[in-house]
């Protein structure tokens, strides 16, 4: 039997606009039907947009979330055979201010199969995501349809803290290597990683040291365009453990 094709979904979103981020999700999922795909994987808090800042702290905009989520989820026909993954900020009921989460929501099988959430919390340069979120104190990988062993789900910052590769860490933990020690052999990182001249070539080079050290595929899919003064540059890719990489999309270049 043909291994799973896994599709990086490199969308757009818009930050509080609900409903296009929901087309835009389910015009991709579409394309990888299309394509042969049976996981598709979108970006850090496609359902929201990314950075929604004090949007958070609206009971509204989170009602909204909710809602938007548990539509996607439900069963239909564009989604039948499918797996999602896609992230958003997660109220979670009874956890201490500000009670939410990071998060990357497992759809398939009409209904939410699992959640991951994301345990690093970047507060420098232009981020302070402590302000608006809880970290994790656990990573989690899922069972996904087609998939003989689990696969890891991070969120952005997570997948940055590869110990073999930096030289000072910014923090004590390694979630991918929690993740790889505790059975995934696939990692899936949805990012909304702001470009920086350098970044690019830093992220290739990051994620092939790590996909390398760990001994685990990594998929990695990173939104593109711009919200507020942020802009992203996109460079989804695929990375193998060992050698041998996966061509780029429409480049001659090769990911490994």
Same mark, same amino acid.
């Given at each position: 039997m043909a291994p799973p094709r896994i599709a990086l979904a490199q969308i757009d979103p818009t930050v509080g606009d609900f409903d296009g981020n929901a087309a835009l999700i389910r015009r991709a999922a579409g394309l990888a039907r299309a394509a042969g795909a049976s996981l598709v994987i979108f970006p850090e808090l496609a359902l929201s947009g990314y950075p929604p800042r004090d949007l958070l702290d609206l009971p509204e905009f989170l009602d909204r979330t909710g809602a938007t989520l548990a539509a996607l989820a439900a069963p239909a026909d564009w989604s039948r055979g499918l797996s999602l993954l896609v992230g958003f900020p997660e109220r979670v009921e009874g956890a201490p201010p500000p009670g939410l989460m990071n998060s990357v929501a497992l759809l398939s099988g009409g209904r939410v199969a699992a959640v991951g959430r994301k345990s690093l919390l970047p507060t420098y340069d232009v981020f302070d995501e402590t302000r608006y979120f809880l970290p994790a104190g656990a990573p989690t990988a899922a069972a996904?349809?087609?998939?003989?062993?689990?696969?890891?789900?991070?969120?952005?910052?997570?997948?940055?803290?590869?110990?073999?590769?930096?030289?000072?860490?910014?923090? $004590?933990?390694?979630?991918?290597?929690?993740?790889?020690?505790?059975?995934?052999?696939?990692?899936?990182?949805?990012?909304?990683?702001?470009?920086?001249?350098?970044?690019?070539?830093?992220?290739?080079?990051?994620?092939?040291?790590?996909? +390398?050290?760990?001994?685990?595929?990594?998929?990695?899919?990173?939104?593109?365009?711009?919200?507020?003064?942020?802009?992203?540059?996109? $460079? +989804?890719?695929?990375?193998?453990?060992?050698?041998?990489?996966?061509?780029?999309?429409? +480049? +001659?270049?090769?990911?490994?």
């Amino acid at each position: 039997m043909a291994p799973p094709r896994i599709a990086l979904a490199q969308i757009d979103p818009t930050v509080g606009d609900f409903d296009g981020n929901a087309a835009l999700i389910r015009r991709a999922a579409g394309l990888a039907r299309a394509a042969g795909a049976s996981l598709v994987i979108f970006p850090e808090l496609a359902l929201s947009g990314y950075p929604p800042r004090d949007l958070l702290d609206l009971p509204e905009f989170l009602d909204r979330t909710g809602a938007t989520l548990a539509a996607l989820a439900a069963p239909a026909d564009w989604s039948r055979g499918l797996s999602l993954l896609v992230g958003f900020p997660e109220r979670v009921e009874g956890a201490p201010p500000p009670g939410l989460m990071n998060s990357v929501a497992l759809l398939s099988g009409g209904r939410v199969a699992a959640v991951g959430r994301k345990s690093l919390l970047p507060t420098y340069d232009v981020f302070d995501e402590t302000r608006y979120f809880l970290p994790a104190g656990a990573p989690t990988a899922a069972a996904v349809p087609g998939f003989d062993e689990p696969v890891g789900l991070s969120v952005c910052e997570d997948v940055w803290n590869d110990k073999r590769f930096w030289q000072r860490p910014r923090y $004590g933990r390694d979630p991918i290597a929690e993740l790889v020690t505790g059975g995934a052999r696939l990692v899936a990182n949805v990012s909304a990683s702001p470009y920086a001249l350098g970044k690019p070539a830093l992220r290739e080079l990051m994620l092939s040291s790590s996909a +390398s050290g760990h001994g685990v595929a990594i998929a990695y899919v990173n939104q593109v365009g711009g919200n507020d003064a942020l802009i992203f540059d996109g $460079g +989804s890719l695929l990375v193998r453990p060992t050698a041998g990489c996966w061509p780029a999309p429409r +480049s +001659s270049r090769r990911w490994c």
